[in-house]
């Protein structure tokens, strides 16, 4: 009896070439291509075979199960209270930079002047809108990131010569990445000056001649150095007659009050720095990139080195910068200007709409911080919804995913990084994660 049950289920079975007549499946092998979509049909033909599925059901459950997007990149909820947070993609890009972004997908005249149809300057708005927002810079050059910026004037200014660095700035950026290693990467060599908590012009003048290219002055961005301390400002370094190269890192480009210790490159350029490079994914707001701004003839020099087109960058990563610069707002700055009587309202209200739905939740006070992107030493007094520290792993498996941080045995989700728009999904995550159900 089984057995010619189990023999009528599988002649029952739809074949293979019929279940992918589905629409959605037929749309589903366009975008995540065809062997992903038969996979999914074999093992809900497997099913069926098994018994555990209707044969009618194959089609339905082969497309439920199809991952959701053509790329693994998954979205996530950054509720860390991290702002910056690197392994979680750093800035969020604007709507603004993201419809440039979709813009410029195709074709788009990167390297073209519509007007005369010649070749033009790959990167002009992107540069044009970062010279607007920093006049004392004179010109302005984009490359991958912020470690390829110093690559790219290490090698373009100082390979076979010396940089002279105070040890106080010879920094570790993340994930064992440090500085010299890089500098030095470049053929130049790095010239060590003063001690890790005191450098002053004199170790300078000591060591400059005619072997120094540069002189590097690091903003210490991960870090804060207290009590005996002294280094020397830009206004110094710039007496010694040699170019002075600030490294700034956050890519702040003009000085604002909510962190007035963070370095910009407007002031930069203005107290004497020759040239000053920066990431675009930190305080700036904008894509992973890296900004080279300063005098005209040495972004000149860089932009015509061989290696600016190893490091060149992409017609997307140049409109979504644009787009940031030109912009006011970024959803990093949003996050950074959230004021905790704000958060506070916005957690409670999460909480009551948990404890409706019988999850158990409260609101617990904390402390955000902006990242290893900038101001170090920074807090951001902040409201974090709090549960049970179970849920984290659930949380994470949802999509979008939810990535808080676990404290004294509670997970709590820090909104200052969560637009509001996005607390109902915040709040549909977490009745999921705690139900093992679809959230309400
Ligand atoms: C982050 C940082 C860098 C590296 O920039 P990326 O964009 O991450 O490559 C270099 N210098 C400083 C001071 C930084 O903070």
């Not at 005098?295 to 990563?317: C, G």
């Not at 498996?397 to 909104?415: F, M, S």
Request: net charge negative.
């Amino acid at each position: 009896m089984r057995l010619r049950e189990s023999g009528d289920q599988r002649r029952q079975v739809p074949r293979t070439d019929t279940v992918l007549t589905d629409a959605r499946l037929a749309s589903a092998s366009s975008s995540l291509g065809r062997e992903t979509v038969k996979e999914a049909v074999a093992q809900a033909q497997e099913r069926a075979r098994r018994g555990e599925l209707s044969p009618d059901a194959v089609a339905d459950a082969a497309a439920e199960s199809l991952p959701r997007r053509a790329a693994a990149l998954r979205p996530v909820i950054n509720a860390t209270g991290v702002v910056l947070h690197t392994n979680l993609g750093r800035a969020p890009l604007s709507d603004a930079a993201v419809e440039a972004v979709l813009a410029a997908a195709g074709h788009t005249d990167v390297e073209f002047d519509i007007e005369t149809g010649n070749r033009t300057r790959r990167g002009q708005g992107a540069a044009e809108a970062l010279l607007r927002a920093v006049p004392a810079a004179e010109a302005a050059h984009v490359v991958n990131n912020g470690a390829a910026a110093l690559v790219l004037v290490a090698t373009a200014l100082a390979a076979g010569r010396e940089i002279v660095v105070s040890r106080g700035e010879l920094v570790e950026i993340g994930d064992g990445f440090r500085l010299p290693d890089l500098l030095e990467s470049t053929g130049a060599a790095i010239r060590e000056v003063g001690t890790t908590n005191r450098t002053t012009v004199s170790d300078y003048e000591a060591v400059i001649g005619p072997d120094t290219a540069f002189i590097l002055k690091v903003h210490p961005s991960n870090f804060t150095m207290q009590g005996f301390v002294s280094s020397v400002a830009l206004e110094d370094l710039a007496g010694l007659g040699l170019p002075v190269v600030m490294d700034l890192g956050s890519g702040m480009l003009a000085p604002d009050p909510l962190l007035p210790d963070e370095p910009d490159a407007s002031t930069s350029l203005a107290a004497g720095a020759d040239l000053v490079t920066a990431s675009g994914d930190k305080l700036l707001g904008g894509p992973q990139s890296g900004l080279l701004l300063g005098r005209a003839d040495i972004v000149e020099r860089l932009r015509s080195h061989p290696l600016a087109r190893a490091l060149r960058v992409d017609k997307l990563t140049l409109a979504a910068l644009e787009a940031t610069v030109r912009a006011s707002m970024t959803p990093t700055w949003d996050a950074l200007r959230r004021s905790a009587s704000e958060l506070h309202a916005r957690a409670e209200g999460i909480r009551d709409a948990l404890r409706q739905a019988g999850v158990a939740a409260d609101v617990a006070e904390t402390v955000s911080v902006v990242g290893g992107g900038g101001a170090p030493g920074v807090e951001l007094s902040s409201w974090a919804v709090a549960l049970d520290a179970d849920l984290a792993a659930p949380l994470r498996r949802q999509d979008p995913a939810v990535v808080g941080r676990v404290e004294r045995d509670r997970l709590l989700l820090d909104l200052r990084c969560v637009p509001e728009d996005l607390d109902d999904a915040l709040r549909s995550a977490v009745v999921a994660a705690a139900t093992g159900h679809p959230g309400a």
